[in-house]
């Protein structure tokens, strides 16, 4: 392999790894917020040991979060020197705002989110928890600006000729708000919320089953559950939203999402299929005309196809594309159907009188995972052969200095580091959920259980 090829596996290797943690981070801290408003609202304190239980697991995806994604920088450096240098202007001011408006908010009060619990009034504790969220939430904001100029560039000048050439910001606020970047962010936003509304339901779900801490679980249950079935409704408002600006602004990219490369016929919908890429065919069910009526409204309307652009300007990977998408796709569709279902059982009062549907719930938790990397991986391998839409091609942005061995041999190591950094998570995860919420030492814990139980034979006695 080449120095080109390898050094997008090793980059796809080590953001893959990186985002399982950042959308965690999001999703639990809303949830965080939730449990912490409710308890200043009622003052029930299982709403503030789920707080603290949450805080726990919020801390182990926090920290992995920022130890893996400092390599991807150096991997800039190192792999990518064209690209750096072409970037750089644009790169340095968005990750510049990262660190003035999101980690400055988020260090600021992660100290008192942490060990503040019996230090600082419920009040300043929940601000404090607010403020890490948001700070993750703005943290996210500015990584996808960056990124969302890569797809469509705007308010830039060239600066210099050839490999020398490089972009410099001639309006700012263009930057910020390219074509792409508003209908991307929030689609990244609610994707962090499912991922974290599965996680904390898998959990509870899972204590259910057991018998294990059952009021707080249908507590923190119902709480994930709301957010879940929220965000997955919104999720394909964003989500065809963002498909509408792709098609506008790179229609090359939509019909390898779509496997449509003739543009001399309506454009069918694919529910789900294979891409014969030789023959140029897609074999599967459809509806006719459906991407055309998605995107204008009618089902005749022409779709840019693959077809009519240059052979050497579209994607080389249809068909890996087509299944990405696709499958993120069927995975967006499901959220909606088992999140609202769980909202319809929960208005009935039968939301936990079915054991398939909890083992369902336990089980989905890679689900969220998994639509968040293959939704990444159609838009990153879609923009391809450029590396900066339409500016600066892949292949010519990588460092002619580095060999390829030389990256061969950092993908292992980073390949070796990066499985003990997640054996480790699961390892810790997975100690702290068993633990539960009353891994304090038993003097604290005791008066706790036995209140929450005194509370929970009331309501069952009022019912």
Do not use: C
Request: aromatic residues 16%; neutral net charge.
């Amino acid at each position: 392999m080449d120095v080109e090829l390898l050094s997008r596996i090793q980059f796809a290797f080590t953001i893959s790894f990186h985002y399982i943690y950042p959308p965690l981070s999001i999703g639990i801290g809303l949830i965080m917020v939730l449990m912490e408003g409710a308890y200043l609202r009622t003052h029930n304190k299982m709403y503030e040991q789920l707080a603290r239980f949450w805080t726990k697991i919020f801390a182990i995806t926090f920290g992995l979060g920022v130890a893996t994604g400092i390599v991807m920088e150096f991997e800039f450096g190192t792999n990518w020197a064209v690209y750096s240098r072409f970037v750089g202007d644009i790169f340095g001011s968005a990750l510049a705002a990262e660190g003035i408006f999101a980690f400055a908010l988020e260090s600021g009060f992660l100290g008192v989110l942490l060990f503040g619990w019996n230090r600082v009034t419920p009040k300043v504790h929940f601000i404090s928890t607010l403020g890490v969220w948001l700070g993750s939430m703005f943290s996210a904001v500015w990584i996808v600006v960056a990124n969302s100029w890569q797809q469509t560039p705007t308010g830039y000048h060239i600066v210099g000729e050839g490999l020398q050439a490089r972009a410099e910001i001639t309006d700012f606020w263009a930057m910020v708000f390219n074509p792409s970047s508003v209908d991307r962010i929030l689609h990244v936003w609610i994707g962090a919320l499912i991922a974290g509304a599965f996680l904390v339901m898998s959990v509870h779900a899972w204590y259910l089953l057991k018998g294990r801490f059952v009021a707080l679980s249908k507590k923190a249950f119902v709480i994930a559950l709301s957010v879940a079935a929220i965000a997955s409704v919104l999720q394909l408002v964003t989500g065809h939203g963002s498909a509408n600006g792709v098609a506008i602004n790179q229609p090359a990219k939509l019909a390898a999402f779509e496997g449509h490369y003739n543009s001399a016929n309506q454009a069918d919908l694919y529910i789900f299929g294979w891409v014969d890429q030789k023959n140029q065919k897609v074999y599967g069910p459809y509806v006719p005309g459906g991407l055309s009526f998605l995107l204008h409204n009618n089902f005749d309307t022409k779709v840019p196809a693959l077809n009519d652009f240059p052979k050497d300007e579209i994607p080389s990977q249809v068909n890996a594309i087509f299944q990405f998408y696709h499958l993120m796709v069927a995975f967006g569709l499901f959220f909606i159907g088992i999140s609202l279902f769980g909202i319809f059982l929960w208005w009935r009062g039968k939301l936990f009188d079915y054991k398939w549907l909890l083992r369902i719930f336990v089980l989905s938790v890679i689900l969220p995972q998994l639509a968040n990397q293959f939704g990444w991986f159609s838009a990153e391998m879609g923009r391809q052969p450029w590396v900066v839409y339409g500016l600066l091609r892949t292949s010519y942005a990588f460092s002619a200095v580095v060999t390829a061995n030389q990256v061969l041999f950092t993908l292992i190591m980073f390949t070796l580091i990066y499985a003990l950094l997640f054996v480790l998570f699961l390892y810790l995860l997975n100690k702290k959920i068993k633990a539960g919420p009353f891994d304090d030492s038993e003097i604290e814990a005791r008066p706790l259980q036995e209140s929450i139980a005194e509370e929970f034979q009331t309501d069952n006695n009022n019912q």
